[in-house]
Nanobody, 128 residues
């Protein structure tokens, strides 16, 4: 059973930084495409960033230049570094794992959200 556990959320002032982490277990982590999505109250869930098994990345236009993602296959962790945060970044952030690289396209906005393999329970990010 695939399990994803997010951490690293919190409250930060505008212009600040946060580093989220997603710890994965229960599957061959290195072969999956990993992504971060977020959902603010009253808004639809949207893709933020993703990285596939080959290291190719995808970012939403709203976070390009501010967010950077990386993953550590040895530790089974997936970490987005979020800089220059602003109040529009306030949301619940969710880690996702899927066997399809279509996650990259969803984050880029070129295809719609679909039922992905596994989701974490989320970590709250609040920017004031």
């Amino acid at each position: 059973h695939v399990q994803l556990v997010e951490s690293g959320g919190g409250s930060v002032q505008a212009g600040g930084s946060l580093r989220l982490s997603c710890a994965a277990s229960g599957y061959t982590y290195s072969s999956y495409c990993m992504g971060w999505f977020r959902q603010a109250p009253g808004k639809e869930r949207e893709g933020v960033a993703a990285i596939d098994s080959d290291g190719s990345t995808s970012y939403a236009d709203s976070v390009k230049g501010r967010f950077t993602i990386s993953k550590d296959n040895a530790k089974n962790t997936f970490n987005p570094q979020m800089n220059s945060l602003n109040p529009d970044d306030t949301a619940m952030y969710y880690c996702v794992a899927d066997r399809s690289n279509d996650v990259l396209a969803v984050v880029a906005g070129t295809t719609g959200l679909y039922d992905m393999d596994s989701w974490g329970k989320g970590t709250q990010v609040t920017v004031s």
